[in-house]
């Protein structure tokens, strides 16, 4: 007489998130290189290695994917904020603050970014668009402290902190633990030559 195999649900369970995590990173890489738009359902099948049918399971919609993606990046992604930046330390540690917090997280949202590039006006995107420049928003006018009210000095801070700056710096040859420091000086140079 044989044995019947006991019924795992938990191994079933993992089984399951693994597969859904595999949609996930082969959507993000789909959309890296295609945009959301320009990604089907059945690539992301094909690049996860399972049947269409399964990504639709897991996803009714390319929407519903594109939100689970974009979940999944914010999660792993940690947007900044206005905490991240000492409100009483001096304006030159606060920009250093600014500066440092944003270009880290550049560093981690390289695929996030190339996707929000090709695909900026998506409604999926545009949610965490206006997280994201709220956020920024904050920590630039908790940086600038008394300053904020300064309009053209919030967009010049706004210029050296923006993700197309650094990619310029890194792209001439500066070295990555460099562009901080090299952002938060131009920024506070400028700062203190309007302060006079």
Known sequence: MSKKRPY???RRASSVAETRRRIIEAATVEY???GIEGTSMQAVARRAEV??????YHFQTPNDLATAALATWREDLALPGAQQIEATAPLAERVHQLVTALYGLYDRSEGAYRIYQKSPDHPVLL????AYDTA????IAAALGDRIGDTEAVQVVSVLIDPGFRDTLLSRGIVPGRVVDLAASLALTWL????R
């Open 8 to 10: 795992r649900l938990g």
């Open 127 to 130: 949610g965490a668009r206006q």
């Open 32 to 34: 890296g290189e295609n």
């Open 51 to 56: 049947a269409s049918g399964t990504v639709l």
């Open 192 to 195: 203190e030559a309007r302060q």
């Open 136 to 139: 920024v928003g904050e920590m």
